[in-house]
């Protein structure tokens, strides 16, 4: 009973994943993109190692953790066997796990203050490696959420690319749950495009065909996957 219990989850994990690449294929194609430009991040907090490794048996690739203590249970093992595995930190990183951090993710999405660009820089140097970095902005200005305010990305680019030379390559947004999204992901769009920045990390499981048309690199997807957490 159990054993079949399990079959199903797995069937239907499967069965998720490949609706949803071609959901992602066929959007693209409408927004004018070619139909495996957009990335598809499965989202793995409160999920197994073994439901992690349901979809990389069907060969995918691009993951994302939101806390460090958890991904590094879940993900050291999961790396050796899987080693093109790409992990990336979506979730706040506090300076006291950035060395974790750094040895085990390969992108940090949510790169937002000074003293964290100081921290991963400090490391950068300990360690001679840092992991590709987004920045991530507040663009709905919300008092509880992480992020740079959209005001104060000019210094804070200014302080991590120019002065400390982190490697930071996109931005990344969580729009405001009450509002309009597509106005968030142009908005970050526009923001990006005036610093020069190629990569856009925008789009959950509610709203990622409109981050899709508006040029998000990848959606980060976890409940359409699998399941409620
Ligand atoms: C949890 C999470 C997601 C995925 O959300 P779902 O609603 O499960 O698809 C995407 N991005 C971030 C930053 C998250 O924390």
């Given at each position: 009973m159990i054993e079949n219990k399990e079959k199903l989850k797995k069937f239907q994990i499967i069965k998720n994943l490949s609706a949803l690449y071609e959901t992602i294929s066929s959007v693209s194609l409408k927004a004018?993109?070619?139909?495996?430009?957009v990335g598809l991040m499965a989202v793995t907090k409160f999920h197994s190692a073994e439901e992690v490794k349901i979809v990389l048996e069907q060969g995918h690739r691009l993951f994302g953790e939101n806390r460090v203590q958890e991904a590094e249970q879940k993900y050291s093992l999961l790396k050796q066997d899987y080693p093109d595995a790409r992990l990336h930190l979506i979730g706040p990183l506090q300076t006291n796990k950035v060395r974790q951090a750094i040895s085990l993710f390969?992108?940090?999405?949510t790169l937002d203050r000074a003293r964290l660009a100081r921290a991963l820089h400090k490391e950068q140097q300990n360690m001679g490696r840092c992991p590709d970095l987004y920045i991530q902005v507040n663009t709905g200005e919300e008092p509880q959420k992480a992020g740079v305010h959209p005001g104060e990305l000019d210094e804070l680019l200014k302080l991590s690319r120019?002065?400390?030379?982190?490697?930071v390559k996109g931005l990344m947004c969580i729009p405001p749950a009450?509002?309009?999204?597509a106005l968030h992901f142009g908005f970050l769009a526009t923001l990006a495009r005036r610093h020069k920045l190629k990569t856009l990390s925008m789009g959950m499981s509610a709203d990622f065909e409109a981050a899709i048309k508006l040029g998000t690199s990848h959606v980060r997807i976890g409940t359409s996957i699998f399941g409620n957490r």
């Open positions: 004018g993109r070619p139909s495996n430009e390969d992108v940090i999405e120019t002065e400390l030379k982190l490697p009450d509002d309009e999204p």
